[in-house]
């Protein structure tokens, strides 16, 4: 018979080493976003006529319709702030020492969102509809991960 937990604090948990590792591939719009985010510092989506929507990072088809896509639609580096968070734990329910805000942003020309930090908090509130632009590393910083996007910052 399966469990069935009806409270977090009844989740059991054991503590050790797991030998699990992951090996994701990104896909060929994933890989065009990635290097596109690498050498050139900006971001990609995929534009599909048929739905009149754009979704960034960029994908290989259309979720709503099937149709293929290709990834040569920049989007951003400004955007709106549709939706955000604060956390003040971590992921292992850790006390974080300074809270951390994490934004949902439809980049300008983009209809989809995406979701990164918000590292330095302005003075004032974040405010749903604010104007934000998307911050990423110096081209020597750069590896092609998703953290090459430092994240949002409020705009001027
Ligand atoms: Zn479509």
Redesign the pocket.
């Known amino acids: 018979m399966r469990e069935k937990i009806a409270h977090p604090d009844e989740i059991r948990r054991w503590e050790g080493e797991f030998p699990v590792r992951h090996r994701y591939t990104p896909g060929v719009a994933g890989e065009a976003f990635f290097t596109a985010l690498r050498e050139r510092g900006v971001l990609l989506g995929s534009r599909?006529a048929?739905?009149d929507?754009t979704y960034v990072p960029a994908r290989l088809f259309?979720e709503?319709?099937f149709?293929e896509l290709a990834a040569d639609t920049e989007v951003g580096p400004d955007g709106e702030l549709v939706s955000f968070t604060i956390l003040f734990e971590g992921i292992e329910g850790e006390p974080l020492d300074l809270p951390e805000a994490i934004g949902a942003v439809r980049l300008d020309g983009a209809d989809a969102v995406l979701i990164h930090r918000v590292p330095d908090l302005p003075d004032e509130p974040l405010e749903i509809g604010q104007r934000v632009e998307v911050v990423i590393k110096p081209e020597s910083e750069r590896t092609g991960s998703i953290l090459d996007i430092e994240g949002f910052r409020v705009a001027d």
């Open positions: 599909c048929n739905c929507y259309c709503r319709c149709s």
